[in-house]
């Protein structure tokens, strides 16, 4: 797939701090990107509903609505926009909730800025392409059960339309181009989010129980992501025959 520009890409900085919205949005611009911003809930909805931005950059803790309800609102209605929440909130249970609900990535203030543009430049690979393959047909398993299309970046089980966030997409679309092969969080990490470092390692958890939810017959004993304890996670499945 071709990359778009920079250019082309609009990212809304959501916060109440008019400060950490002035040096994030000057060191988005600096990278070329198109920003826009909000400091209050309802602005943050009004701008992604005029505007329909590929990412948000979006604090927790915003007047009005919280960024837990403008998150809950964009899977709901803005599904392929990416989301990386940013916060004060460092307790562990606040990151799992946000990636529960969505969110691509998670950082905790205070935040290099630097680091965050990094992030920002990682999730938006991940919204141009799935993982880093030369397979570009549609990959089916389980006679046409579960069936993974890398140009639509479409998700059907049993024929039915999966809506999966992109980050959820790239994971599972890794996943069985690789199947049968146990990897670790962190390689899953380094090859599906582009780098492992300062990453929760409960993003993957957390992002494979939502594919589960979405795409297993039974989330509780799953038939395609299982888990191999105490190392990591594997797709096994039948490819049919005649798939790519």
């Known amino acids: 797939m071709t990359q778009l520009s920079n250019e082309k890409e609009k990212i809304l900085v959501v916060d109440d701090e ?7 949005a000057i060191y988005l611009r600096k990278e070329g990107y198109e920003v826009l911003t909000a400091h209050t809930g309802p602005a943050a909805l009004e701008q992604i509903r005029d505007h329909q931005p590929t990412l948000v950059v979006l604090d927790i803790m915003i007047p009005e609505i919280d960024g837990l309800a403008i998150l809950s ?13 940013l ?25 290099s800025p630097a680091e965050l543009v990094a992030r920002v430049k990682a999730v938006l690979r991940r919204l141009k392409a799935p993982a880093p393959e030369a397979i570009d047909q549609p990959l089916t398993f389980e006679n046409m059960a579960l069936t993974i299309n890398p140009d639509s970046h479409q998700v059907q089980v049993n024929g ?22 146990v990897f670790s969080r962190d390689q899953m990490l380094e090859n599906v989010w582009g780098y492992a470092d300062y990453v ?9 129980r939502r594919i589960r939810e979405k795409i297993e017959p039974n989330p509780a004993d799953p038939q395609w992501l299982q888990t191999v304890w105490g190392v990591g996670y594997k797709f096994v499945a039948r490819r049919d025959q005649g798939g790519s």
Request: glycine share 2%.
């Open 160 to 181: 039915e339309l999966v809506e999966l966030t992109a980050t959820e997409f790239n994971l599972l679309w890794f996943m069985a181009t690789h199947p049968n092969q």
């Open 73 to 85: 609102t964009i899977q709901q209605d803005f599904a392929k926009t990416a989301v990386i929440v």
């Open 87 to 111: 916060s004060a909130r460092r307790q562990e249970v606040d990151r799992i909730y946000g990636l529960e609900l969505g969110a691509d990535d998670y950082m905790t203030k205070p935040f």
């Open 200 to 208: 929760d390692p409960n993003t993957v958890t957390v992002h494979m």
């Open 18 to 24: 008019p400060s950490v919205v002035e040096v994030v």
